[in-house]
């Protein structure tokens, strides 16, 4: 089997089994924050937020994995970072083109070489209102980015907009293209936004929330349509969420993140089948049917700590109904069992 990709005509053998896209290691994105102006100036930092705190992950192409956390949790930075929208503090986001090659570290890359590496992989918004700017036509705002890169213009713009618009389902295309945001229903606009995410043939789109912002008789449509891309242009998906139920229908296996750091990962089924980490089970226990965050993560006893003044040892042991001394003071690894679950507990380092 191969994969032809439907824009640029290009074919390559599809993996025969589990390969790499990305490879994060001992990723870290710090932020400094100062307390004055003056203290900026003079580079003094007050404090330090540890947003992503060293994150190992691997995700393989033709995969979805879903970064759930709740908020604080660094599931957003983590994603961003992996676009080079915010610099890595240390650590490596190893790409390994699909064409062959070697693998690219994208927290070195800077300027021309970091712009060419955002064509390979692609945003979706959390919420279209926002994405799309209102004084924009569909047309234009769709094939902006194939017009920033330079990769067509004229007829062949305007044809790659019309493939783009049809292949997410708003079709005829013609009667959308002179449309403006405001005239579209948000299922639509959050179709635009996935039309204007793959019309530079990406490998990689990272999904914050895409459907957070949707009526609930919309979202199974659009992550329908996410699937049936993904089938159909060969793309990886990192869907970042803090919703259990459409992770559990959407994604092939999920890290769950606490403070900047994955406590769990593992194949969606099994994770959900048997959580192990202590916070994954207090979170599925609690997982409403209909999911807000409120509703998914506050059940669970205790405040998330603020990521400023982190507890020591593991960071949820505030929280957690098996801490015992050691969780107080030492931080546990996320180590990987056979059953193909990685946890980060104490109590599991002994488990298979
Ligand atoms: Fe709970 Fe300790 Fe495991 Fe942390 S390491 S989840 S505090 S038992």
Redesign the pocket.
């Known amino acids: 089997p191969s994969r032809r990709s439907p824009w640029s005509g290009r074919s390559w053998p599809l993996p025969t089994k589990p390969e790499s896209v990305l490879d994060v290691t001992d990723l870290e994105v710090h932020f400094a924050l100062h307390s004055s102006g003056l203290a900026r100036l003079l580079g003094r930092e007050t404090a330090t937020v540890k947003a992503v705190d060293g994150v190992n992950l691997t995700l393989h192409r033709g995969e979805v994995l879903g970064l759930v956390g709740e908020s604080g949790s660094g599931k957003t930075t983590l994603g961003r970072a992996l676009l080079g929208l915010v610099g890595a503090t240390s650590g490596s986001i190893r790409h390994h083109p699909e064409t062959g090659g070697e693998p690219v570290d994208i927290a070195t890359l800077r300027g021309a070489a970091l712009r060419h590496y955002r064509t390979r992989l692609q945003m979706g918004f959390q919420d279209p209102n926002a994405a799309l700017n209102p004084s924009m036509t569909i047309e234009t705002a769709v094939g902006h980015p194939l017009v920033i890169h330079g990769r067509a213009s004229g007829d062949e713009l305007r044809a790659k907009v019309v493939e783009a618009l049809e292949r997410v389902g708003l079709a005829p295309a013609e009667q959308f293209l002179g449309k403006y945001p405001s005239d579209l229903s948000g299922g639509q606009k959050q179709r635009a936004v996935i039309a204007r995410a793959i019309i530079l043939d990406p490998e990689v789109l990272v999904a914050d929330e895409p459907v957070s912002m949707l009526d609930m008789s919309v979202r199974a449509k659009i992550l329908q349509l996410m699937l049936d891309l993904k089938a159909d242009l060969g793309l990886s998906y990192v869907y970042i969420t803090h919703d259990l139920a459409t992770a559990k229908f959407f994604c092939d296996r999920v890290a769950i993140m606490y403070l900047g750091k994955v406590v769990e990962l593992g194949p969606t089924e099994e994770i959900f089948a048997n959580p192990r980490?202590?916070?994954t089970q207090a979170l599925l226990a609690n997982m409403p049917r209909i999911s807000t965050e409120k509703q998914a993560f506050g059940q669970i006893k205790g405040e998330i700590p603020s990521p400023l003044h982190p507890p020591t040892g593991?960071h949820?042991?505030p929280r957690?109904p098996?801490?015992?001394d050691?969780?107080v003071a030492e931080r546990?690894r996320l180590i990987p069992k056979a059953s193909g679950i990685a946890a980060a507990?104490?109590?599991?380092e002994e488990a298979v």
């Open positions: 980490h202590p916070y593991c949820f042991h957690c098996h801490a015992f050691r969780c546990p507990c104490h109590l599991l």
